[in-house]
């Protein structure tokens, strides 16, 4: 079982920064790919961002320039810099891993989600 803990996010001023942190645990043998989601009120989860463990990263259009993904490899870590936020942005923010606890045996976890609220 693999577990995804988020942390970082909060309440931050229209052009302010926030930087999120997903670290995963438990059983892993390897992660493929780590992401980022989102869902705003009334909204469906949206695809944010994600990094393969090469450090191949894709961010949704309309985000470029405003969020970069990362990744530390050693850690288990994926990393989400948001950037000149806007209101719109408010949110859930969801880290999800896939990849392997063992030789036949993938996984595909979610975390539990972090609140991102800007406002002034």
């Known amino acids: 079982q693999v577990q995804l803990v988020e942390s970082g996010g909060g309440l931050v001023q229209p052009g302010g920064s926030l930087r999120l942190s997903c670290a995963a645990s438990?059983?892993?043998?390897?992660?493929?790919?780590m992401g980022w989601y989102r869902q705003a009120p009334g909204k469906q989860r949206e695809w944010v961002a994600d990094?393969?463990?090469?450090?191949?990263?894709n961010h949704a259009d309309s985000l470029k320039g405003r969020f970069t993904i990362s990744r530390d490899n050693a850690k288990n870590t994926v990393y989400l810099q948001m950037n000149s936020l806007e209101p719109e942005d408010t949110a859930v923010y969801y880290c999800?891993?896939?990849?392997?606890?063992?030789?036949?045996?993938?996984?595909?976890?979610w975390g539990q989600g972090t609140q991102v609220t800007v406002s002034s």
């Open positions: 999800n891993a896939a990849g392997k606890t063992g030789p036949l045996k993938g996984f595909n976890s």
């Open positions: 990094i393969t463990t090469s450090g191949i990263a």
């Open positions: 438990g059983s892993i043998l390897y992660i493929n790919r």
